[in-house]
Every structure is written in C-alpha cells, then in structure tokens.
C-alpha cells in the first residue's frame, strides 16, 4: 500500500534514509582490498656505459605502479633483501589518523631491517588523480620509487572528458656511482654533493648521452588519440620543466587533485610534484621528442646541466625521420618567469564534486624561512665554507633525527627524543633577501628535534619565506605529510603582512602536498589540522632535507575515537643500528639516546 497524504513527509524522510543507507552500504562494498609485495634488492644496471648495482624494488627502475581506486585500502608487504634499513613513504596520501604507516625513517618508524619485512596500510580518503611512493629513509629514494595511481571510484568519472588512452612517465636522477657512498662521503665531509650524471624518463637517459640512444623510451600513440598522461618528479634536487614538442599541454590534476584547466605548452615541476595532463595525437605522423630539462634559479649553479628526451611517437605507415622533432618552445634552465608563470595559474577546480573548502578563520599562525647556513665543525675540519659543516634550516633549526622515532615516543609518552618548542618565527628579524648575509647570527644554525605541537582542528596558516643567506636562495619545494593544504599566496621580496594578505586568493587557489616557495619569495598555505598524529614537513630536495631544512607537526587527539590516531599495529620495525648513516657524519643528522 501507498503512504498516505497526512504522512507522505514522514514517508519521503524514511525513503531518503533507506536511500543513504543502501549507497553507503554500495559505497562500502565498491571499496577494496588491494594487496601488493614490494621485495628491496640489489639489482645491475647498465647505463651511461657503466654498469653499476642499485637497490630497487621488483628489480625494476622505476618500481612498480600501484592502482586502486579512492577510498580503497592498499596494503603492501616490503620485503627488505638488501644490505641497509629502509622505509617507504606513500607521497601525498593523507593516512587519516593512521600515522604509524606514513613512513618517513625516524619520524614515525624506524627502517625495516635487512631480512625482514613490514606490511604498510594505505588507507585512500580524498586522493584522486596521480600520487607516487618513494624510500624516506637516507638518498634511496633515487632508486626506490614508482607511481601510485588513484582512480576515481565505483560509478564516477573524470570531471574531463574520457580519455582514450593512459600512460605513467617518471622522472628520476641517475647516478654513475653508488648512492648510499656518495650520500656517506658527503655527509661526512659536509662540503656540496656529487650532482646525477642525467636525468631518466621512465628509467632512461635518452637521445642526448652516450649509449642511451638505443633504449630511449618511446611513448606510441595513434592519430587523434587523447591521452592522459601521468608525471611524477623524483628527481633528487632538481625542478624540471617538461614539454612535447609541436603539441599542446592541457593540465588537469596536480598532486592528486583536479585543477581548473588550463592549455600550455610547457610545465614547471618540481620534486615531489605529480601532475595530469591530456595530450591529443593531432600532429602528422612522425616522431616527437619529449624532453625534461632542468630548471635552476639560484646563485650557485651546482646542478646537473643535461636533458633527458623521450619519443612521443605515432603509429602508422610513414618513412621515420633521421631525428624527432625538437621542442624549440621550452623555457632555457634559468628561466624564472616561465617557472613562476606557470606556478601563478595553478587553481583548484572547485565545483560541487570538487569543492575548495579553504580555511576563513585562521587560529594558529606562523611565519617559517628556508635558509642554507652552516654548522660548526670541530678544528675547522669541515669541507663547506671557512672549515664548517654546509647545512639547511626552518626558522634556523636544523633538524637532526633521534634515536627512536618519533611518534613512538609521543605515543608512549617517552622523554628525551624530541622538543615541543619548534618556534613560530625565526630568532631574528633581517632583510631576508638581501645579498652578503654572511654575520654568524645569521649563517650558523642550531640543530635539534623540534617539532610543532597542534590541537585538533585548528586552522593553520604558514607564511614561508625564503632567504639568501650566503648568497645561497633558490626554489625550494615544501612537502608536508597528512594533510594537502591551499597555497593561498606566494610573491617575491619579502613578506609584507599589511599588503601580501590583500593579494590572497580564498575562492580557489590550488590545493597540493608540495609546493615550490619561490628564490627569495614567499608563499602562504592554510590547512585544517584534523589528522591526529606525527607528520613530517620538509623540503623534497634530498640534500636540503638531508642537511636539516624539516621539521614535524603532532596534531593531538580530538575528543573520540574517531578523532583520534588509530592503534598502532602489533608489529613495527625496532629501532637499532639499521640506518645506512655510518661514522662521523652521524652526530650531524641523528641525536644519539
């Protein structure tokens, strides 16, 4: 029988409700387990004309694409058959209330030991689009990394047209030499590090270094094909800007998140970034370089000056060219503009299924400089500049890992392994983008387990300034676990808190996990903090991070169970000498108990 007229409210409310229940209940079953075996070993490999032996994942450089879909639930078994500790980090998921399987060594874990493994559970909220996974212990991330790509769920779609076609391209660095020996010696001395001999597109240097020709990798596409096309930069220290020659760019996704569209012919991407763009096949049949090539804009010039090609190449009957087409539009190495162009038209989506939900009302503010100074070396026995130890800072601490991690020590309740007191602006106040800032106030850091103590829920804005402290500013690219944040503002010189805030764009700015504050620049995040647990923030150059320029945030619990950090599971990797640091560089980057 019908409802009757009196009743229909009641009726239509009670129809609704049975409604949410059976998609909640869809919902849940569309969501999966996905189970995946990573084994770390040694493997050769040849390139450059050299052959050398590299710990990857699965024997394969790059490692493995993982694909799940949003709000899945990955795990992964990593196998450690390799000679030194490890830790894996799942770049750019959020882990609600799940920090113990972030990943970073020393903050919340300690590295898998040789002959052991660990099994980490990735657990997929809001991600959508494009992330990647990656070693977070010592410089293996050089090796150690792949693509994780998120699709959209069960009966949903892109919020762009359906491509045809889909293909993952990953940037890496490559190292002629062992990189755990050149990360040891340059610790150990503390003077600059050994820059990659190229740069790898999907494990290959490409056209432009010897004997690489024959193993470019080549992308085939079919004529009016659109594809989507998935980039992860892990390179080690350096941005990239990346173009196809004689074709348009249409980004659409920027580090797990959809952007406002925009056509371009080049991109500027820096480590750690991942990005999504649509690429459609309408050029004559032919061969067409894809190149990254590197971007710098600081005053050392100590990077690697090569490109790496690949080859966008058609199917078809066609005679092939003697070489590809080269792309003549792409920015030159030290092109600031270009790189800040394009960073100023990145803007979320925001729509109804995408929304931008940026914080309004700020509670907690702090202002944070990125500076390369030095620590003091006994007897002047250092490598870097005037006898001392080259390091980095935020707010001139530079961060040294402890003993334990640490997250087992906030959540045991275990002294001594870090201090609640990372301060909210740095000790003085200076012109931080003038030239010769060489005073000892200024150059010489402190070094300490500092991290940032948060309540659940506050609002969180950061203003990160970058400075030329030794002549030493640059680009730096910022990555914080846990959450992705809104990159409200960024500018060059230095912040203006009367003028800067009115520049602010709260209606859509673009939501990332990484962000580049630009030489001698400022930029300005907001996020809410409502993932309870231990998440580390750093710069994603290698050296930078290794040298200090990090930190971390403990976001406490909230007032339930859902609100607050999951159990820790019954196993995690034990915290004793399985970190690949060895000798004296040890004192610098690890706080002895």
């Avoid at 050994?194 to 494990?203: C, K, M, W």
């Avoid at 010897?210 to 941005?239: I, W």
């Avoid at 520049?503 to 930029?523: Q, R, S």
């Amino acid at each position: 029988m019908g409802c009757f007229k009196p009743i229909s409210f009641f009726c239509s409310v009670f129809f609704f409700a049975i409604l949410a229940c059976i998609l909640l209940l869809q919902s849940e079953v569309e969501a999966k387990e996905l189970y995946y075996d990573f084994v770390l070993k040694e493997a050769n490999f040849t390139k450059l004309c050299s052959t050398k032996s590299a710990m990857v994942v699965n024997g394969s450089f790059p490692g493995p694409v993982i694909t799940a879909r949003k709000g899945d639930t990955v795990y992964v078994n990593v196998h450690n058959e390799g000679t030194y500790g490890v830790t894996i980090h799942w770049h750019g998921i959020k882990q609600p209330r799940n920090p113990w399987f972030d990943g970073p060594e020393y903050i919340t874990q300690c590295p898998i030991q040789p002959g052991t493994n660990f099994t980490y559970t990735v657990l997929l909220s809001s991600e959508e689009g494009t992330l990647f996974w990656h070693a977070h212990s010592d410089w293996t991330r050089a090796t150690v990394h792949g693509a994780f790509v998120i699709l959209p769920a069960e009966n949903t779609t892109y919020p762009f047209p359906e491509p045809d076609h889909e293909a993952v391209l990953v940037f890496a660095s490559w190292y002629k030499e062992d990189v755990p020996t050149l990360m040891d010696e340059a610790l150990k001395y503390g003077g600059l590090t050994t820059l990659s001999d190229s740069y790898a597109i999907n494990g290959q240097p490409g056209d432009f270094y010897e004997c690489s020709n024959e193993t470019t990798f080549r992308l085939a596409v079919d004529h009016g094909s659109t594809y989507l096309l998935r980039l992860v930069n892990s390179v080690q220290n350096t941005d990239m800007f990346f173009a196809i020659a004689d074709h348009n760019l249409t980004l659409v996704g920027v580090d797990g998140n959809y952007v406002k569209p925009f056509v371009t012919n080049y991109l500027m991407i820096t480590p750690g970034e991942t990005m999504d763009i649509l690429v459609t096949a309408t050029q004559p049949l032919g061969h067409y370089y894809m190149l990254i090539s590197p971007y710098f804009d600081g005053q050392a010039d100590d990077f690697d000056k090569s490109v790496t090609s690949a080859i966008f190449q058609y199917n078809g009957n066609y005679t092939p060219p003697t070489s590809p087409i080269y792309p003549d539009h792409i920015p030159g190495f030290y092109d600031v503009d270009a790189a800040r162009n394009f960073d100023r038209q990145l803007k979320s989506l925001a729509s109804l299924e995408h929304p931008a939900n940026v914080p309004q009302h700020i509670t907690t503010r702090m202002f944070i400089t990125l500076s390369i100074g030095m620590l003091r070396c006994p007897n002047d026995s250092c490598d870097g500049p005037d006898g001392n130890r080259l390091a980095s800072a935020l707010n001139n601490i530079s961060f040294a890992n402890p003993a334990i991690d640490v997250l087992q020590a906030y959540y045991r309740n275990i002294s001594r392994y870090f201090q609640a007191d990372f301060p909210d602006r740095p000790p003085t106040l200076f012109n931080f983008t003038a030239d010769e800032l060489m005073t000892d106030n200024i150059t010489l850091s402190d070094q300490g387990t500092k991290v940032k103590m948060l309540n659940y829920n506050e609002t969180v804005e950061i203003i990160f300034q970058g400075t030329n402290v030794m002549n030493s500013g640059e680009n730096h690219p910022v990555h914080l676990h846990g959450f992705k944040f809104f990159v409200v503002g960024a500018g060059v010189g230095n912040f203006d808190n009367e003028t800067d805030p009115l520049t602010y764009n709260l209606i859509d700015p673009p939501e990332l996990n990484t962000f580049p504050v630009p030489k001698d620049g400022w930029a300005v995040i907001r996020f809410v903090a409502d993932n309870p647990g231990v998440w580390f923030m750093h710069c994603h150059f290698d050296r930078h991070m290794s040298w200090g320029m990090d930190t971390a945030f403990i976001v406490r619990n909230g007032d339930t169970e859902e609100t607050s950090v999951r159990p820790p599971p019954e196993y995690m990797p034990s915290c004793g000498e399985n970190s690949i640091y060895s000798g004296d560089e040890q004192s610098m980057f690890k706080l002895e108990e």
